[in-house]
């Protein structure tokens, strides 16, 4: 028996039908078990408990908050290490145009304009020619310097930077670079010529044993890896020590500011574990910045010296 209206003189009326709420022209038996309004087939999505519009189910993602790493990178974020592949092509480039330069694959620190500009040498850097602090580490001597860096920095780089994200691994990566050049400047002979990026390699080194640990997993792995880098940079010459172990440095504390600092104090929130890692490689970078500017002062009150040809081939060579 069907269900109207009667009104007082006798007649009956059907209540209207509802219509969907996206679609006014459109007839709907059918309701959002969310929210209770009409909507037809095309506007409804299958939920755990009936269905869902489209709208509540816009609401429902935004109210998700999405997972991240133990580094505060989303999950899904970082599926392709852009920032990995970036630094080594930007390494292979600046390798490409010195040995054009030079117009030798294996000699071409000799005769490039570019690596004379770039390579580090605290004498030259005291004298106001700061860019080496940086550039230094995206240069190489010969390919084979070239090809073991680049071969680490692919090994090591693409999981860490899905761990602490794009932005972050790139600062860890950049201050571990900052760090070995800062040791260089404050320990390494004032006319030493130092290239590489082995000591922004060895920061990544150190920030994956850290990220292990805070993963609960174990670091050995890591640490003979860095052990035996280390026992090579004692044994051999020419290999710059001091760029190697401050970078190593550097990364490592850079990442324990990130991945343990926040618990350390007590962070309440995501965000506020974020600004403490923030406030962390600012810390060292701005404690890599003092030696720099230390040994600045300090290379400043010795005699000056002069250097004959190249700084590359004038000055003792080391590699890192």
Request: charged share 10%; proline share 6%.
């Amino acid at each position: 028996m069907g269900v109207g209206w009667a009104w007082h003189d006798g007649r009956v009326s059907n209540p209207p039908t509802p219509t969907c709420v996206r679609h006014p022209d459109r007839a709907t038996g059918l309701a959002c078990t969310r929210c209770g309004r009409p909507a037809c087939p095309e506007c409804l999505r299958p939920a755990a408990v009936g269905q869902h519009c489209v709208e509540c189910v816009r609401q429902g993602q935004r109210d998700v908050r999405p997972v991240r790493t133990v580094g505060g990178a989303r999950a899904d974020a970082g599926a392709v290490p852009y920032v990995t592949y970036g630094l080594i092509a930007v390494n292979v480039l600046v390798y490409v145009i010195t040995a054009a330069q030079a117009g030798s694959a294996m000699d071409n620190y000799r005769g490039s304009a570019l690596f004379r500009e770039f390579v580090l040498v605290p004498r030259l850097v005291a004298d106001g020619e700061f860019l080496r602090l940086l550039g230094s580490g995206f240069l190489h001597y010969g390919a084979i310097h070239l090809l073991v860096n680049m071969f680490a920095l692919y090994i090591v780089g693409r999981d860490l930077e899905r761990v602490l994200g794009r932005i972050r691994y790139a600062c860890v990566y950049l201050i571990s670079l900052l760090g070995g050049s800062a040791a260089v400047m404050a320990l390494s002979g004032s006319i030493t010529a130092t290239a590489g990026a082995s000591g922004a390699v060895y920061g990544l080194f150190g920030a994956v044993t850290v990220t292990l640990i805070r993963l609960r997993q174990s670091p050995t792995p890591m640490l003979v890896v860095i052990g035996v880098n280390v026992l090579i940079s004692f044994s051999l010459p020419g290999i710059s020590l001091w760029g190697h172990l401050g970078g190593l440095a550097a990364g490592t504390l850079g990442a324990l500011g990130i991945l343990f600092a926040p618990g350390w104090l007590s962070a309440r929130t995501p965000e506020a574990a974020q600004r403490i890692g923030w406030a962390a490689l600012g810390a060292v970078a701005v404690a890599c910045l003092a030696v720099i500017v230390a040994a600045t002062v300090y290379l400043r009150s010795q005699p000056p010296v002069i250097l004959i040809g190249a700084p590359a081939t004038a000055a003792e060579v080391a590699t890192h």
